[in-house]
Every structure is written in structure tokens, then in C-alpha cells.
């Protein structure tokens, strides 16, 4: 899996799950099974992955594997995204609002646990991190379904647990600050957009981000949105010249839609100053 070899991969998982059935390993048939299902999943087999999702958890909850552990709720997670996909947005919603409830609850329960104790600090932050994760996947649905409002309280609370638990200039961190500014920007929020970008964009700069063309692609957008459009070309160029470096095919595509965009932004505004000025005259 980790070479992309997927096929041969899929080959040894079926192997393997015979032999954890016939050896009745329930450790490993769970194992296995959502090995399975995330091979299926990145290959976008969704109705193969929920099964093997599913299979997985049933196994889990049967063998005593309580309903909030974190292996279970980042499972359900998945099976949130794969029906968001799927436009099944009934259990989209209902297996999001499972994930956050299920996991602020459990924050909640474990500020009681001894705050010196090792595995309770690690603990704590695996289960903020994947509360994080949560609320992420739910902001991107949100935004995807123009649901702006619900998107951005989301995305604000899962930057706050990701600077909290990773760091500011952490990557995930940086593309959730991104990824915020693309919806205040849809909201009409240019400048508060604008600050969020740009903040990311220098704190990727500074840390050596990997995506650092989507940043400035994305703040390039924001900038042509506000009408700066010299700015916006010279961020627009900068992110291409990256992207194209990066062997990033679809940035180079939304990076080259955007300079277009912006051309015939520039070239309307040039013919409504025109039409002004002829009027005045």
C-alpha cells in the first residue's frame, strides 16, 4: 500500500482475512477489515469501504469495544464522509453529529482523569485531535452544500484544536487557516479572509509548508476578489511557477482558471472606467 502497489495489496488482504477467520483472530480480522477498508476507500470503491467499515466496527462492538472509543468514532467518521460523497445526506449529518457529540463527551469525561498521568494526556489529545478532524470533514460538507454559516463556526473550532495540540505553523494548521479564509471569503468577508491567507502564507513561508502554492493560489483568489488585482497576478504567477515545480496538475489547472478569471475581471473593469469617462465627457 505504502509502495501504490493497490492491487497486489488487495491480493494479500483477502489471504490474510481467510486465515484470521479460520483462526478465529478476532484482533486480527479487525485488523484487516479496515486495512481493507481504506484500501477501498482511497481507491473510491465507497459502497465496497462502507462494508468493510462497517464489518469492522461490528466485530469491534461485539468483542466489548465501547461505542466511544476513538477507533470506532474514526470509523464512523469515514463512513460520514463516504455517504457526504454519496449525497446520502441524512447519514452524512446524523454520523457527524454522532462523531463531535460522542467525542465532546468524552473530553468532557476525561477532565476528570489524574492530569498527571501519561496515558490520560495522550489520551486527551488523540481524542481533541480527532475531534479536530471531525469537525473539518463536517466544515468542508457544510461548505460544499453552501451552508456557509455552520462551515465557518466548524472551521474556527477545529483551527483552534489544531494550534492548541499541533502548533501554529503545524501544516494542518496552516490549511485550516487556509481553508477558513475560502469561506469567509465566499461569505463576502474579504478582509477578515485576506488576514486569515495571509497569516497562513507567511507562517508556511517561514516553516517550509509542503503545499505553499495552495496558500498563495488561495490568497491570490481572495485578492482578486477585492478588487487588487496587480497583487493578485503576481501571487497567481508565483503559485503556478510552484505548483508546475510541484508536478501539482490540478493546481496548475485552478491556478491557470484563476489567472483567466482575473484577465477578464481587469479587462471589465477597464471597459466600465472607459464608459464612465465617455459619459462624463
Known sequence: MMLGELDAANGFLHKAIRLAHQSHNNNAIIYTYSLMANLAFVQGELDNAEKLFKAAMSFMLSGGTPQDDNAVIEMSLKLASIYATQNKNELAEHGFQFCTDSLEAKIEKQKDLPPDAVSAEEERKDTRLLLGLSLDARARYLASSRRLTGACRDYHQALQ???EEQGEAH?????????????LDLQ????????????????????????QHVLLG??????????????????YEE??????????AEAVQQFEEGLKEL???REEKKQSTNEVTSAEQ
Do not use: W, Y
Not at 501544516?171 to 469561506?183: E, F, G, K, N
Not at 503559485?239 to 501539482?248: E, P, T
Open 188 to 211: 463576502g468577508k474579504h478582509d477578515e479572509a485576506l488576514a486569515q491567507v495571509r497569516k497562513a502564507v507567511e507562517l508556511g513561508q517561514t516553516a517550509g509548508h509542503p503545499d
Open 263 to 265: 484577465s477578464r475581471r
Open 218 to 235: 488561495n490568497m491570490a483568489g481572495i485578492l482578486m476578489h477585492k478588487g487588487e488585482f496587480e497583487e493578485s497576478v503576481k501571487l
Open 161 to 163: 484544536i489544531c494550534q
Open 171 to 183: 501544516p494542518q494548521t496552516l490549511t485550516l487557516m487556509s481553508d477558513l479564509a475560502t469561506v
Open 239 to 248: 503559485a503556478l511557477a510552484l505548483a508546475q515545480a510541484a508536478g501539482d
